[in-house]
């Protein structure tokens, strides 16, 4: 397909995870391209290739052979295996970048936090102390009897795990001098420790396509210690879900490649935030992971194939409860990781997270709860029963696809108004110049170009319009920012319009078919829930002037931020929410949107812009 | 400690697993000293260093270093790392030396058949076909739910088998087309397989210090399909379990080394036996390894140290199933290894497996059970009460210790009649010259020896007679084969004597003691059984007049062979006997001879010898 963006002999960088593109047309080196793109990547020697800072990874596309200097850093381990110099390093066609978040200045902009904090906090995890009687020779009993006569009850998971703890235990018993601590998960031992644990913490991490969330808790007290977001590693084998199942279904290899990244990904997050709170990764006793279903079945392991073409068939739909040893996971040794259900197709157990921490089933209430992201998930509470469905909305609104798009990271601008007379005044994340324009942002220009009349009913931009112009191949575009000595043009062109149409369109068509499912008109629903980043960000006024959203008062809407975190945090830290998650699960219908009756007329609908 | 056998400026190359020692006072090739010792290695090139058949390892002492013929064989790949050939190499002081089976023209006899034969066949493990619809858009069901609800009922052990069983399961189905089959252990589902399996066999495996006896089992109808018996290759660490102990206690890497070759092991002998049944070892869906305590922990990697000392603590006295994906040992993926209980200090599963297939418990009868070996375990059943012991009887009637003692393999004298002159007359176990003199001739000896008044009530040999004669050390010495032409000159010294008398006094109090405790008379004893390999070749008789047995009337006395491996046999094959044994072992008291009063009188007693 070709680029919907580029013209002829132009080429395009792209910049990921922040996701801003780049286009040119002579060769540049990739740290120019990254300054003239406003991403500050690390650079202490100014572009000299001597201080090995500005590394990045060429995920696709050519470029020069390594240079010298970057050998140099390769050997001296300053660079990795696969990393190159920006500054040494020049393209000429179209490239993908991947910039650790290590060569960035600043950080990118990751919401880790959801609205929710748990009102109940009932942690299945607990330690004891047990004293044993050492064995003699006339009473010779064996150590794992001798511990569990000790503590009457109490067991191990199965043989295995009884194998395997008793290749520690002995000695943990004697160098406790046979007083020792065992952790425990209600009555199963997770593991035994000569001395009392100084803190029990637990992780909660919610695994997105885009970010992965990780928060460490306190188990006791359910105190946040630490949260920390990264981008999510996978990002550099295709952006959305779909690309990276494809990517798996090439070879098991691939696959495989996959689940370690993320794992490897864990482990470092892991490292991160212990070292913010002071402890040490053993301290961390009970986690809980939640993603899409694709990131589930990466993440432990499991075929992903059968995901990537209909009927869409996950490997499984129950909770599960696997030990970190078996993942690679650190933490203490005989923990495991709790990882709540997925739902069907691509609704996650992120989702089911989500629709927990929100409030859903909790009553019989009317309620509508939408996660914007590549893939929306929506969900319609009506009585008792819960209809989920997944539409394809694609990465329009992370900035994707969009000649200036970028995700909500600093230089974006977050929000737009627009004068009688067409100009434009604009927020920038950070403050600083703008380089691109997040989601939030363009959802902003649009509602206002259509209140000021500069785009008319069918979504057109009003050629006649001071601020609309048209560029090199005829696209009528608005400019947003002019050019200026400090501030490249930022300008939506009518494609840029177009996708977002396109991705609003899939939201609003999902939502109609569930109403449609549910036989819910607009006034029967009481409360709309918006998680992920963009809603946040959402001015939920212009999602309906646009036609997003349904034609509802404000005061029922509310962005819940990362609510599928919340929902992790909440299933960690209370084996009772565990169970609610569970039985949420099992009452949540999944609807496939493409079977429904009529799927067509409604898709039709969610489009247009009024 | 000095050498026994020794004299100044000789030195003893000793030949393992066979365990024949050679005496020489001048630099030798170890193909010279193996074809002087009597042992036939492979050797078709005639000593040249061109064939590379005669492959042996050094495991202690030093010789010459590899010579080019050997460099070009290592790197060949036809020696492996750290063998040598044992023409190439010299040596003129101690040496241990290991022969590979594959470099012996004859092979060891080891003996693999007990008694007793399998009366009930239950074997647990049944293949159950399994319908299932494929999953649709309407009804996108997930891969675990559509095979569970396919036969409700059964499930998997946890979800950490969930999840390694789905990394297969999902192709399996689509593969099987959705008509597949569950291999299930009761109602636990172990595979799933696109075809119904040709063969459903077992493996009972003996793990002995010296051997490894390894039976492949038809599960449905309990037919013996092959037998195999291997020499146990810890023996290149220490002939005895102490020795073995020890090395496992100089670090962890040397532990994990015992248990790794032992696993390697058995990995070999089931492709032997399957090689021989025409299988493929995928074939094999159930296990059962039977061992004494030292093998049983070296196999599962569980901690030995703990064993090696007083109070010769085990790490678990209950009955383990173990998956053999966790252990490295091929068969069926989801297979469980069983490991029956082990008693206590040294006494094994192997010596409740030959109390289970040797009746003990199984009536009111008054019995005696011997299982000879390195450690003697006895045991004794009163009524309810069955009491065992352990006793180092040491490796005298392994031919250990004893100048021309050797295992029962081809070339050792295995019976002895002595005429009233004093000349003897031997069998030799393959029939050719003999070579040396293993356990049940050595005690034939001794018998006949002291029949003969040779030997008189004190244990010393009468040095006016004709047939005794002293060596350069000044030791008495009984001729028992004069040398000639074909034939090395064998002897029996008074120290050999005084070894075996010591091993079967260690025997003989142990008997005494356990039959001091529970107030067991020699009358009262119904039966005698005697397990192990020397057991069936001894002249109960002989045993009698030297001490080792009580004097009870001969037909109560049977030998019953490898009754452990027939024990692990009735455990693979019937859950109703794994329950019996499984109780048996909570039934049965461990008794530690050291610390029975007036233990001392008793071993006095039990060294005297008549």
């Not at 006339?138 to 998971?157: K, V």
């Not at 105190?223 to 090439?250: C, H, S, W």
């Not at 809407?557 to 960690?572: C, F, Q, R, Y």
Request: hydrophobic content about 40%.
């Amino acid at each position: 397909m070709p680029d919907p963006i580029l013209s002829e002999g132009s080429f395009s960088i792209e910049f990921q995870p922040v996701g801003i593109r780049l286009i040119c047309s002579e060769p540049i080196t990739l740290l120019d391209a990254a300054r003239q793109a406003g991403i500050q990547l690390q650079n202490v020697c100014g572009g000299k290739g001597i201080c090995g800072k500005c590394a990045i990874q060429i995920i696709e596309g050519e470029s020069n052979p390594p240079t010298r200097s970057e050998t140099t850093f390769l050997k001296g381990g300053i660079l990795k295996e696969g990393e190159r110099l920006a500054c040494e390093t020049t393209v000429h066609d179209n490239v993908k970048i991947f910039i650790p978040p290590t060569s960035l200045e600043s950080k990118q902009r990751l919401q880790t936090e959801g609205r929710h904090d748990i009102q109940e906090i009932q942690s299945p995890i607990h330690c004891e102390p047990i004293h044993l009687n050492p064995p003699s020779l006339t009473h010779p009993i064996a150590d794992l009897r001798n511990l569990l006569s000790a503590q009457p009850g109490m067991y191990f998971e199965n043989d295995e795990r009884i194998r395997t703890a008793l290749q520690t235990i002995p000695a943990v018993l004697r160098n406790g001098n046979w007083d020792v601590y065992a952790v425990c998960n209600q009555n199963e031992i997770l593991n035994i420790l000569p001395e009392k644990p100084a803190a029990m913490l637990g992780l909660a991490v919610d695994v997105g396509s885009t970010k992965i969330a990780c928060f460490l808790m306190d188990l006791p007290t359910g105190k946040t210690m630490a949260v920390k977001g990264i981008p999510n590693p996978q990002i550099a084998y295709g952006e959305d879900i779909m690309a990276r199942l494809e990517y798996a279904l090439q070879n098991d290899a691939q696959a495989a490649h996959l689940h370690s990244i993320i794992i490897e990904a864990i482990n470092e997050v892991i490292n991160s935030v212990c070292h913010e709170a002071k402890v040490k990764p053993q301290a961390i006793m009970d986690f809980c992971f939640v993603g899409n279903t694709a990131m589930h079945h990466f993440f432990l392991d499991l075929p992903s194939k059968y995901l990537a073409s209909a009927p869409f068939t996950m490997m499984v739909d129950q909770a599960l409860n696997i030990p970190i040893d078996a993942l690679g996971i650190q933490g203490m040794p005989g923990s495991k990781a709790y990882f709540p259900a997925p739902i069907a197709g691509f609704v996650g157990s992120d989702h089911l997270a989500f629709l927990l921490s929100s409030g859903f089933g909790d009553d019989q209430h009317t309620r509508l709860g939408i996660d914007i992201g590549t893939n929306t998930e929506i969900a319609i509470q009506k009585g008792d029963r819960i209809v989920s469905c997944s539409t394809a909305s694609g990465p329009a609104f992370e900035g994707a696809h969009i000649r200036f798009g970028m995700r909500a990271a600093p230089g974006a601008i977050e929000h737009v108004r627009i004068d009688p007379e067409g100009n434009a005044n604009v927020d920038v994340i950070g403050g600083g110049e703008a380089i691109g324009i997040c989601g939030s942002g363009i959802l902003d220009v649009i509602a206002e170009l259509k209140q000021r009349g500069i785009l008319n009913q069918r979504g057109r931009l009003d050629r006649e319009h001071a601020h609309v112009s048209t560029d090199d191949s005829n696209m009528r575009i608005y400019t947003l920012i002019p050019p200026s000595a400090n501030q490249r043009e930022i300008t939506i062109s009518q494609k840029d319009i177009d996708q977002i149409l396109l991705a609003k369109g899939a939201i609003r068509s999902g939502i109609a078919i569930l109403m449609d499912y549910l036989k819910v008109k607009d006034e029967d629903i009481a409360e709309v829930i918006i998680a992920g980043a963009f809603g946040s960000y959402l001015n939920p006024q212009h999602a309906i002037q646009i036609g997003m959203l349904p034609d509802l008062p404000l005061h029922k809407i509310s962005a819940v931020g990362n609510a599928a975190g919340a929902g992790a945090k909440m299933m960690l830290l209370s084996s009772a929410l565990r169970q609610k998650g569970e039985q949420l699960a099992k009452q949540i219908e999944h609807l496939e949107l493409n079977t429904y009756p009529d799927f067509d007329m409604f898709f039709a609908n969610g489009i247009r812009f009024s």
